[in-house]
């Protein structure tokens, strides 16, 4: 089994809040992977930024611009 930068219990609050009763370990688990794959693609984006600015530091605005595709 793969080890996640995400916790587990964070998943099933995130479910929670958005208004599930309940929520399945199943579920919780694969929002953890989307979520994983959707950030490393953000960070990978950001950092392409940062460099091609001339920077070695990824400021916020590089995650903002690199998230504006999933983000309405």
Given at each position: ?72
């Amino acid at each position: 089994m793969k080890s996640s930068e995400l916790g587990l219990s964070a998943m099933y609050r995130i479910l929670k809040k958005a208004g599930a009763d309940r929520v399945s370990d199943e579920s919780a688990d694969e929002l953890r992977r989307v979520l994983e794959e959707i950030a490393t693609t953000i960070a990978k984006s950001a950092v392409d930024m940062s460099n091609h600015a001339g920077r070695k530091t990824i400021r916020g605005e590089d995650v903002k611009l690199a998230s504006k595709t999933f983000i309405k």
